[in-house]
């Protein structure tokens, strides 16, 4: 049997906005850090709107400065409806750059690693297709924002 060849279809880019880092401390897990959500844009063909503040990344940081991305927060779509939004993925790379990056440094997204997989719900029937998608993004961080286009698996 052959299988088709991985294709992906850019649907936005998505700008979440974030306020200052909330740092727990190191728990049995590894360094508990929560960044809320406040705000931020869905700017795509398909889909638009914006983020709602409420949401927040429950980071887990490893001893080699990996954090494990675990967001959930809502947008809504410029004709009302409203999306979920959850990402689980990696960032990491050399130390030296993640300080950059902590400390709200500019640094190119080619300096590290920071993928997400994305898993977008909806009840509006509008946008049921969401809800039977698979997402990926590419995603870079900011000073006060994480950016990423939202691919879907074709």
């Known amino acids: 049997?052959?299988?088709?060849?991985?294709?992906l279809s850019r649907i936005a880019r998505v700008r979440v906005e974030l306020d200052p880092m909330l740092v727990l401390g190191q728990t049995p897990q590894g360094l508990r850090r929560i960044v809320p959500i406040v705000?931020?844009?869905?700017?795509?063909r398909r889909l638009r709107g914006r983020i709602l503040s409420g949401g927040a990344d429950w980071q887990l940081v490893h001893d080699d400065g990996t954090a494990l991305i675990d967001t959930r927060y809502t947008a809504e779509t410029d004709d009302g409806a409203l999306v979920y939004l959850a990402t689980n993925g990696v960032r990491h790379g050399p130390p030296e750059v993640l300080e950059r990056v902590i400390a709200g440094a500019e640094v190119g997204p080619e300096?590290?690693?920071f993928r997400v997989s994305v898993r977008l719900e909806t009840g509006d029937p509008r946008y049921s297709w969401l809800n039977r998608t698979v997402f990926v993004a590419y995603a870079a961080r900011s000073a006060d924002a994480v950016e990423y286009d939202l691919y879907a698996l074709d």
């Open 39 to 44: 705000g931020g844009t869905i700017d795509g």
């Open 111 to 113: 300096e590290y690693y």
């Open 1 to 7: 049997m052959q299988l088709p060849e991985l294709t």
